[in-house]
């Protein structure tokens, strides 16, 4: 049974990659044909998002058996086996297929009653049977409980002793038997929801299924509310489902990580070191402003990081620079994608605060040059009062010949960029249909440089699909998690607390970027943007705050969360492509500088708001 289910898994994952590359095709042909042609089709257009679902939703088990659903690693990195296969055991029993069950039994109506009323698209030339999509929604929950079960399965093989199981079944159990009294009488629902996610987030449980396993408990034994409040939960989803901005991240995803196997990080580290090289500094310069390019061209964090790190950290340190510069401008630089448009982050903002993912692009242009300025600027101070930090490297090649081989490396993933982001900017196309051309286009860079091969588009898509189901998987335990936590009073709360304790929009704005900040310590920027971000909005707004400068503010924030130590995931990824060539005592210091000029980008964009419409509105 293991083998079977592990087989239909990686079928149906392999399917979900094909169709993400097929998905990028379309688009890109739908949009051609509209804009060259003026002949669109909305059968075709609802066929793309219909992909795009069987994608994410295919993907979910896949991303499972992968082990690609994310966690909060600061504990759990540390345990033994056995300590990881309980909580593997534990994540799969009572979070994971409890709330899938759940969502089956809705999932199962919802289908039932499409079915029934022949449901069909609501668009004149739309497609029909629209119950088959839902259906898709009922099976690929189906499939995550299945593979669930293998992973309790390998889990359990994988214990020496049972003693502990055993112990930690009596635990939960008990915790359990307690919880169905009234608790109100020992804690504030609110406040006990709130601790028992951070207490299972920080002993390292899979976070999508801690916010989905926590809202179900929740609502069961809640007086107050009760499993209905999560009977809509599958009919929201399938709004997900619908939404055409969501349908650019696997797509930009795609495109970086076809990028990233493209050399194109390579062969544009060597040339810019080579032109900045006779400068002090000249090679931590040169990893900023590749950082920067990455930023616009893929906008994978850790691909971006991982790759200087192998390339440039081992040149830099041959060249007697500083371990704290060189690992500092190395980590800095590569999270420049969480602000540089096309930016993940700025597309899930988008989707959250209800606002055009082409006005925060826009937007986030000018704090990202600021940040890029601030960078350089920094690195050559520090390089001219510290001479041996970051000695300039005599190169005995013509500088014209160096300037000119740049200029040809550079010229092709600009003007990839400038098509993306000027299409999105100009109005031409949106965000979902410039990320297809640029999938294209990546294409188009991996064949010029001789790197197009079928292994490359098995890895780009398979990863894709990863990362992809992970985030929407995160997506709809935060959207159970925001139902039961806002019919519990949480966001009214959070509303009082603010206009009646606070009551000022600055003292607001301050706390609420403390706030992210500091949880940026702990969890990911996808699950503070999932759960803490929809919280803050409508206070926002009662405050009378502008949505899009207060966006930009969040996803500054939000990118210094990949860098604060003891747990920045920039710090991980540094660490583990440098090996033993820098200390993590060192990675620290080197960081620090740059997340004192992250705060100081976030705090001009405070004071000079203005800044982010130098590309207009």
Known sequence: MTKQINTLTKKTGSLSAILALLLALLIGYDAMMRYLFSAGSIALQEVEWHLFDVIFLFGLSYALKHDKHVRVDIFFSSYGKESKALVQIFSMLFLLIPFALYFLNGAYDMTLQSYVQNEISSDPGGLKSRWLIKGVLFLAFVLLILQALIEVIKAYKSLNSKRNLLLGFAIIISFLAFSSLNLAFWIDPLWLMFLLTLALLMT??????????????????????????????????????????????????????????????????????????????????????????????????????????????????KHNYSPQLATGAIAASGTLGQIIPPSIVLIVLGDQMHLSVGDLFKASVVPGLILIALYILYILIYAYLNKEVAPAIVNDEPYGKVVFEAFKVITPPLVLIGVVLGSIFAGIASPTESAAIGVLGALLLAFLNGQFSFALLKYASTETVKLTSMIFMILIGATAFSLVFNELGGDVMAMQFFQEEVGSKWVFILLAMALIFFLGFFIDFIEIAFVVVPILVPISHAFGIDPIWFAVLIALNLQASFLTPPFGFALFYLKGAAGDLVTTRQIYKGVLPFIGLQLLALLIIVLFPDLIYLFGK
Do not use: C, Q, W
Not at 230 to 258: A, E, H, K, Q
Not at 276 to 298: N, P
């Open 204 to 317: 390292g449980f899979h976070v999508a299924f801690v916010f989905a396993g926590v809202a179900l408990f929740f609502a069961s034994i809640s007086d107050e509310l009760g499993l209905e409040v999560l009977d809509m939960l599958p009919y929201r989803v399938y709004g997900i489902m619908g939404n055409i901005t969501l349908m650019s991240v696997p797509l930009f995803v795609l495109m970086g990580l076809i990028l990233e196997k493209s050399k194109m990080a390579e062969n544009l580290l060597l040339s810019m070191g080579k032109l900045f090289g006779g400068v002090r500094g000249g090679l931590a310069i040169s990893v900023v402003v590749v950082g920067a390019i990455l930023a616009a061209s893929t906008g994978i964090v850790g691909a971006s990081v991982v790759m200087m790190s192998l390339i440039a950290l081992p040149l830099m340190l």
